[in-house]
């Protein structure tokens, strides 16, 4: 048995819990700073300031975090004194939570990374709430602010002393999920194309696909903005071979429909597979390294080949076999990723590095930080689902309530208040999911609350107050069921520090709750976004995603013109963003009222073949790399130059030269060519250029495919609901 010290048990929390107990230690330093130095209620009141304010404060960097945080404090600040000076008039007090939830809402304009900042509203309206009566508003803002300017200066240090720390773990994460979606992909490549695990195969792959497109985001964020130092370029680079990984992952799906489901074909789907698990383990001992963990238990797959020496050493297919071929193209795909992996390591153990972009190049690829007024412009409309949202929640909101006030108990009106805000989101999946967790949540805080009852040590009370904050903090994204258990703890246990006499009021929490999940579901249906909405505007923007990226990949590599490196890795990670955004709109609906939910088929086409075209796009541009003097000669550009002027009119809706109205058609004909009868005899080793037509074929098939089956989905949104 291997025993643990504590370090290594610090190395293995995530970020999120170290972020999570970072925010609970200084929202307890914060209560025994103003404990000490005032008054009990005091500083509950500035200890409400900072758990508003907290609801920023992410892995991040110290000038992202800065921001968010400061943000988040005005809210808070403006909703406090707000709530505070009308809670005398119980009438005007609920248009000024309509109000300021919807202001607060539509902070989202500003997109996902304004979530946290935005309910740093609706936190502040419902803790103001539970103030005492007879606390003076000014003094409520005073030290509610005077908390808030203390917790701002507390994420500072502690997002700094954390930085290198957020680093490692996001690359690590970023190296996880690498590793799942190679494991993902095995199953897809030994399952036989049409089966049950396949198809789960299939689905696996796509959701992983999503936390993968995530998690690489937030190491970008994170590394690419770090100063430069050996540990810096060493991680970076790293980061940036996981994501050149990705992309020739993603290419190791192609062609396997040519192998057939025989025996043979099963045997070298085996093999294939058994080669891409080997190399996600090797990502997860490379991630181990980066966390500073020793090495897994996990035993070590037993393949020590090249994996060409293995197919040498042992063929599977016959040399007359057609498929025999092929072969040499999937196993080189292969050992590129091992190539990739191999190089991870090499850089894991040299701890340095020589970038392919510099600093400034690196920070084309951080998501945007800025929140300009501007921003709010194209959602003063109500087609914007930020709009619809906004006024979906106030009315919700305010209705809550207002109902709230008719209520047999009127105690705590603003946990009602709360309910809805917690469990109302901007998509009815997320709604749905949110209901139940929510629910379940509170019956599992509230068993907890009563164990707790039997405790009479303030100080006591008091720490399992502060570890509810930190666990509500922690899993708010990453596992909601833990944060909407231990929000129920925080607010009963406030309820009951703030005013002992009241003891522990659970029936009101639990039926406030349940009335709550009720109501946010059915307001669901009040000014709803369907995702139907936005898909003739999101499909075009696909289209240009996959030309741009089209345009980028078959341009010719130049050495002498680096930023071409840039701008092809840029559409890259566009046409990968557009692909995914399509992917979760497609899950979204299907929760959605059958009516009214996206075209299926067309839709599951058009991502299978945009993906297949992505990968061919990735191939080209390797051959390209790797092909030499070759694919440098006039006939080879020629091709190429033609298939690009082919892409950009089958990737336009709408656009067909004159006298060429069925180039659908002639591109699909063309495509036949590339099947299995006719792959080309020489390895690509030794003659690139048939291979290199043949993908050029394939790619505008899959081009063409994505085209009708993006006007299919189009021309089903176009035909009456029902």
């Given at each position: 048995?291997?025993?643990?010290?504590?370090?290594?048990?610090?190395?293995?929390?995530?970020?999120h819990?170290l972020?999570?107990l970072?925010?609970?230690?200084?929202?307890?330093l914060?209560?025994?700073?103003?404990?000490?130095h005032?008054t009990?209620?005091?500083?509950?009141l500035?200890?409400s300031?900072?758990?508003?304010?907290?609801?920023?404060?992410?892995p991040?960097?110290?000038?992202?975090s800065l921001?968010r945080?400061?943000?988040?404090?005005?809210?808070?600040?403006?909703?406090?004194?707000?709530?505070a000076?009308?809670?005398?008039?119980p009438?005007?007090?609920?248009?000024?939570?309509m109000g300021?939830?919807?202001?607060?809402?539509?902070?989202?304009?500003?997109?996902?990374?304004?979530?946290?900042?935005?309910?740093?509203?609706?936190?502040a309206?419902?803790?103001t709430?539970?103030?005492?009566?007879?606390?003076?508003?000014?003094?409520?803002l005073?030290?509610?602010?005077?908390g808030?300017?203390?917790?701002l200066?507390?994420a500072?240090?502690?997002?700094?002393?954390?930085?290198?720390?957020?680093?490692?773990?996001?690359l690590?994460?970023?190296?996880?999920?690498?590793?799942?979606?190679?494991?993902?992909?095995?199953?897809?490549?030994?399952g036989?194309?049409?089966?049950?695990?396949?198809?789960?195969s299939?689905?696996?792959?796509?959701?992983?696909?999503a936390?993968l497109?995530?998690?690489?985001?937030?190491?970008r964020d994170?590394?690419?903005?770090a100063?430069?130092s050996?540990?810096?370029?060493?991680?970076?680079?790293?980061?940036?071979r996981?994501i050149?990984?990705?992309?020739?992952?993603?290419?190791?799906?192609?062609d396997?429909e040519?192998?057939?489901?025989?025996?043979?074909?099963?045997?070298?789907?085996?093999?294939?597979?058994?080669r891409?698990r080997h190399?996600a383990?090797?990502?997860d001992?490379?991630?181990?390294?980066?966390?500073?963990?020793p090495?897994t238990d996990?035993a070590?797959?037993?393949?020590r080949?090249?994996?060409?020496?293995?197919?040498?050493?042992?063929?599977?297919?016959?040399?007359?076999?057609?498929?025999?071929?092929?072969?040499?193209?999937?196993?080189?795909?292969?050992q590129?990723?091992?190539?990739?992996?191999?190089?991870?390591?090499?850089?894991?153990r040299?701890?340095?590095?020589?970038?392919?972009?510099?600093?400034?190049?690196?920070?084309?690829?951080?998501?945007p930080?800025?929140?300009?007024?501007?921003?709010?412009?194209?959602?003063?409309?109500?087609?914007?689902?930020v709009?619809?949202?906004?006024?979906?929640?106030?009315?919700?909101l305010?209705?809550?309530y207002?109902?709230a006030?008719?209520?047999?108990?009127?105690?705590?009106?603003?946990?009602?208040v709360?309910s809805?805000?917690?469990?109302?989101?901007?998509?009815l999946?997320?709604?749905?999911?949110?209901?139940?967790i929510?629910?379940?949540?509170?019956?599992l805080?509230?068993?907890?609350?009563?164990?707790?009852?039997?405790?009479?040590?303030p100080?006591?009370?008091?720490?399992?107050?502060?570890?509810?904050v930190g666990l509500?903090?922690?899993?708010?994204?990453?596992?909601?069921?833990?944060?909407?258990?231990?929000a129920?703890?925080?607010?009963?246990?406030?309820?009951?520090?703030a005013?002992?006499?009241?003891g522990?009021?659970?029936?009101?929490?639990l039926?406030?709750?349940l009335?709550g999940?009720?109501?946010?579901?059915?307001?669901?249906?009040v000014?709803?976004?369907w995702?139907?909405?936005?898909?003739?505007r999101?499909?075009?923007?696909?289209?240009q995603?996959?030309r741009?990226?089209?345009?980028?990949?078959?341009a010719?590599?130049?050495?002498?013109?680096?930023?071409?490196?840039?701008?092809?890795?840029?559409?890259?990670r566009?046409?990968?963003?557009?692909?995914?955004?399509?992917a979760?709109?497609?899950?979204?609906?299907s929760f959605?009222?059958?009516?009214?939910?996206?075209?299926?088929?067309?839709?599951?086409?058009?991502?299978?073949?945009?993906?297949r075209?992505?990968?061919?796009?990735?191939?080209l541009?390797?051959m390209?790399?790797?092909?030499?003097t070759?694919?440098?000669?006039?006939?080879?550009?020629?091709?190429?130059?033609?298939a690009?002027k082919t892409?950009?009119?089958l990737?336009?809706?709408?656009k067909?030269?004159?006298g060429?109205?069925?180039?659908?058609?002639?591109?699909?004909a063309?495509a036949?060519?590339?099947?299995?009868?006719?792959?080309?005899?020489?390895?690509?080793s030794?003659?690139v250029?048939?291979?290199?037509?043949?993908?050029?074929?394939?790619?505008?098939?899959?081009?063409a495919?994505?085209?009708?089956?993006?006007r299919e989905?189009?021309?089903?949104?176009?035909?009456?609901?029902?």
């Amino acid at each position: 048995m291997r025993f643990f010290s504590p370090l290594t048990w610090l190395h293995r929390l995530p970020p999120h819990v170290l972020n999570g107990l970072g925010v609970a230690l200084g929202i307890g330093l914060i209560q025994w700073l103003f404990g000490s130095h005032a008054t009990l209620h005091l500083a509950q009141l500035a200890s409400s300031g900072a758990v508003f304010s907290s609801l920023a404060d992410v892995p991040t960097t110290p000038r992202r975090s800065l921001h968010r945080v400061l943000l988040a404090a005005v809210l808070g600040a403006l909703a406090t004194w707000t709530v505070a000076a009308l809670d005398p008039y119980p009438r005007l007090l609920g248009l000024a939570i309509m109000g300021l939830v919807f202001l607060g809402m539509m902070t989202l304009a500003w997109g996902p990374r304004a979530g946290p900042v935005s309910f740093a509203a609706v936190l502040a309206i419902v803790f103001t709430m539970g103030v005492p009566p007879g606390t003076p508003p000014g003094e409520l803002l005073a030290w509610t602010l005077a908390g808030s300017a203390v917790y701002l200066g507390w994420a500072q240090i502690l997002v700094r002393l954390l930085q290198p720390r957020y680093r490692s773990l996001a690359l690590a994460a970023a190296l996880d999920a690498t590793a799942q979606l190679l494991r993902s992909r095995a199953g897809v490549v030994e399952g036989a194309a049409e089966t049950d695990q396949a198809r789960d195969s299939l689905q696996t792959w796509v959701r992983d696909e999503a936390v993968l497109a995530e998690r690489l985001q937030a190491a970008r964020d994170l590394l690419f903005a770090a100063p430069d130092s050996p540990r810096a370029r060493r991680d970076t680079g790293m980061l940036l071979r996981a994501i050149d990984l990705r992309d020739i992952l993603l290419a190791s799906r192609l062609d396997l429909e040519l192998l057939g489901s025989d025996e043979l074909a099963l045997q070298v789907r085996a093999a294939l597979a058994a080669r891409l698990r080997h190399l996600a383990y090797r990502l997860d001992q490379a991630q181990a390294g980066v966390r500073g963990l020793p090495p897994t238990d996990e035993a070590e797959p037993p393949l020590r080949l090249d994996l060409r020496d293995q197919f040498l050493a042992h063929p599977l297919l016959p040399s007359d076999d057609r498929r025999a071929r092929l072969l040499p193209a999937l196993v080189n795909r292969v050992q590129h990723l091992a190539d990739d992996v191999d190089a991870i390591h090499a850089l894991l153990r040299q701890g340095d590095g020589e970038l392919p972009l510099t600093r400034k190049e690196l920070q084309l690829f951080v998501a945007p930080e800025g929140w300009p007024l501007s921003a709010f412009k194209p959602h003063l409309s109500l087609a914007s689902p930020v709009l619809r949202h906004a006024l979906r929640a106030a009315l919700a909101l305010g209705a809550a309530y207002y109902i709230a006030l008719a209520l047999p108990w009127t105690a705590h009106p603003q946990w009602l208040v709360l309910s809805v805000a917690v469990v109302l989101r901007g998509n009815l999946e997320q709604t749905l999911s949110r209901r139940n967790i929510r629910v379940l949540g509170t019956l599992l805080g509230c068993l907890i609350v009563m164990g707790l009852a039997h405790v009479h040590s303030p100080l006591l009370l008091t720490l399992a107050f502060l570890t509810a904050v930190g666990l509500a903090h922690s899993f708010a994204v990453e596992r909601y069921l833990v944060t909407a258990s231990a929000a129920t703890v925080m607010a009963l246990l406030q309820a009951h520090l703030a005013h002992p006499a009241i003891g522990f009021p659970i029936v009101e929490r639990l039926g406030d709750t349940l009335l709550g999940a009720l109501m946010a579901w059915a307001f669901c249906f009040v000014l709803p976004s369907w995702e139907r909405r936005a898909l003739p505007r999101s499909l075009p923007r696909l289209l240009q995603a996959l030309r741009a990226y089209a345009h980028a990949a078959l341009a010719p590599h130049d050495p002498a013109h680096p930023e071409r490196t840039v701008t092809q890795r840029l559409a890259r990670r566009q046409a990968y963003d557009a692909l995914a955004l399509l992917a979760t709109a497609l899950q979204r609906s299907s929760f959605e009222p059958r009516q009214v939910q996206l075209p299926l088929q067309p839709l599951t086409r058009l991502l299978d073949h945009a993906q297949r075209l992505m990968a061919h796009l990735s191939m080209l541009r390797m051959m390209q790399l790797r092909g030499g003097t070759e694919l440098q000669q006039a006939q080879a550009q020629a091709a190429v130059q033609a298939a690009q002027k082919t892409l950009d009119t089958l990737l336009t809706l709408g656009k067909q030269p004159a006298g060429d109205t069925d180039i659908e058609t002639q591109v699909e004909a063309a495509a036949l060519d590339a099947g299995l009868d006719l792959l080309p005899e020489k390895p690509l080793s030794e003659d690139v250029m048939p291979w290199m037509n043949r993908r050029l074929q394939v790619a505008l098939r899959d081009a063409a495919r994505v085209a009708s089956s993006a006007r299919e989905a189009l021309a089903d949104l176009r035909r009456p609901p029902g």
